[in-house]
T-cell receptor, first 112, second 113 residues
Framework: GQQLNQSPQSMFIQEGEDVSMNCTSSSIFNTWLWYKQDPGEGPVLLIALYKAGELTSNGRLTAQFGITRKDSFLNISASIPSDVGIYFCAGRQMNRDDKIIFGKGTRLHILP | NAGVTQTPKFQVLKTGQSMTLQCAQDMNHNSMYWYRQDPGMGLRLIYYSASEGTTDKGEVPNGYNVSRLNKREFSLRLESAAPSQTSVYFC????????????FGPGTRLTVT
């Protein structure tokens, strides 16, 4: 079964608020990836992380590769309506070159 | 350059029927993947292929078979469809040269009655 625990499952926030979500694993991961999925479409990569401790930004999004290699975090600053969607973490374990597995997703809602 | 294409977009099957979901990519990627997405379950890996001629099981392979026909194409077959296989199926591909970024197709929405 899935080995990535993503939380929270869903979030309801006001426009302009900051958002934080995270992903944890019982296994060590070599690569952490964060994706966003809009309704009716496939996921699109937001940020990729390759080194423990790495902090990477993509516009208002910032993600970190946890130093234990067992977790990762995604922050969105000053949320806007187009941030609505499902955010997935994904990862690649050590010695599992091509196998990439996903968390269950965090569904982000922005209240009017 | 179409990226990753999937056919069909929608399909309704009766229990016990068989069908093949097609996936093709024109990015010269080595690795290809099949995932299924169910509400609240995220994306679960069914099978993947690191290169032409090789396939490996993912998290939920039971009830499925795959074929890596050539570098471009990776098909998923349901030999005897069951209602539990009602889902949205996504194909993805990745180059192994630089990063682990996967490019996803638009998905196939399958209903088994």
């Amino acid at each position: 079964g899935q080995q990535l625990n993503q939380s929270p499952q869903s979030m309801f926030i006001q426009e302009g608020e900051d958002v934080s979500m995270n992903c944890t694993s019982s296994s060590i991961f070599n690569t952490w990836l964060w994706y966003k999925q809009d309704p009716g479409e496939g996921p699109v990569l937001l940020i990729a992380l390759y080194k423990a401790g790495e902090l990477t930004s993509n516009g208002r999004l910032t993600a970190q590769f946890g130093i234990t290699r067992k977790d990762s975090f995604l922050n969105i600053s000053a949320s806007i309506p187009s941030d609505v969607g499902i955010y997935f973490c994904a990862g690649r374990q050590m010695n599992r070159d091509d196998k990439i597995i996903f968390g269950k997703g965090t569904r982000l809602h922005i209240l009017p | 350059n179409a990226g990753v294409t999937q056919t069909p977009k929608f399909q309704v099957l009766k229990t016990g029927q068989s069908m093949t979901l097609q996936c093709a990519q024109d990015m010269n990627h080595n690795s290809m993947y099949w995932y299924r997405q169910d509400p609240g379950m995220g994306l679960r890996l069914i099978y993947y292929s690191a290169s032409e001629g090789t396939t490996d099981k993912g998290e939920v392979p039971n009830g499925y078979n795959v074929s890596r026909l050539n570098k471009r194409e990776f098909s998923l077959r349901l030999e005897s469809a069951a209602p539990s296989q009602t889902s949205v199926y996504f194909c993805a591909s990745r180059t192994r040269l630089i990063s682990y970024e996967q490019y996803f197709g638009p998905g196939t929405r399958l209903t088994v009655t």
